[in-house]
């Protein structure tokens, strides 16, 4: 029986509808959080993913927005607080990748791509914290990429927006400690809709250089990111996990 470790704590995953945000809904659901999903777009799949954290028996909203803007962060993270209570668990997930090589990239996929998988990140965790740190008790993990570790010629965009939020982790774990935990995800190629944008080409050269020779799963990430929110991973903040099959080894 998986353990109710997570009862009576709210849950806000940005870009929960789909994918690895999804994933993560689930496993928190199961372990009795109760779950806030944010999206922006997809309303089908999002109720489609809430009715599977339901069945999981606990309470689930959607808090659709664009988590790029201010004004909409306060207002998702205000309609969480309504529903469910203050956040105790964030996962800053929501992010987009372009596929452009310098060539063709331009200022505005440059400001685009920052302003979903950067800003997101920024402004999820500033309408957060000061409640956090109130009541000497958060947790959040933000989801990176192993694009923010090793050079990707067609991600400039990308791979800086997902080490920017490598670097935003370290910073706000030291000064969030020692009552809020604040830990990262670089995921490898994971199978899912983001990822399938690759092609099958480029999917099955990196999987040759993958030791473990496969794609991740999405809920292989969220195993993880249940470990890090967890009380498993107490003596832990301010850490990167390259979740990559081996394709990413850091020192």
């Known amino acids: 029986m998986t353990p109710k470790d997570l009862a009576g704590k709210t849950a806000l995953i940005t870009g929960g509808s789909r994918g690895i945000g999804r994933a993560i809904a689930l496993r928190l659901a199961r372990h009795g959080a109760n779950v806030a999903i944010n999206y922006f777009s997809r309303d089908a799949d999002a109720v489609d993913t809430q009715r599977e954290v339901q069945r999981e028996g606990v309470p689930c909203v959607l808090v659709k927005g664009d988590v790029s803007e201010p004004a909409s962060v306060d207002s998702v993270v205000a309609r969480t607080c309504e529903a469910l209570g203050p956040v105790d668990l964030l996962v800053a997930n929501a992010g987009i990748s372009i596929l452009e090589s310098h060539k063709e990239i331009s200022w505005t996929t440059w400001k685009k791509t920052l302003s979903i998988n950067l800003d997101s990140v920024f402004l999820s965790i500033m309408a957060v914290k000061d409640g956090m740190l109130e009541r000497k008790y958060g947790r959040i993990v933000c989801i990176s990429s ?16 997902k080490g920017a939020i490598v670097s935003m982790v370290r910073c706000c774990a030291e000064a969030f400690a020692p009552h809020v935990r604040v830990n990262c995800i670089a995921p490898g190629l994971i199978e899912t809709e983001m990822g399938a944008g690759l092609g099958p080409e480029a999917t099955k050269s990196i999987v040759e250089n993958t030791p473990l020779n496969r794609l991740g799963q999405p809920e292989e990430i969220a195993n993880v990111a249940y470990f890090l929110l967890s009380d498993q991973s107490s003596f832990m903040t301010g850490q990167t996990l390259a979740v990559s099959g081996g394709r990413i080894m850091l020192p």
Not at 146 to 161: G, K, T
């Open 146 to 161: 192993v694009a923010a570790l090793r050079p990707r010629q067609r991600q400039i965009h990308y791979a800086a927006s």
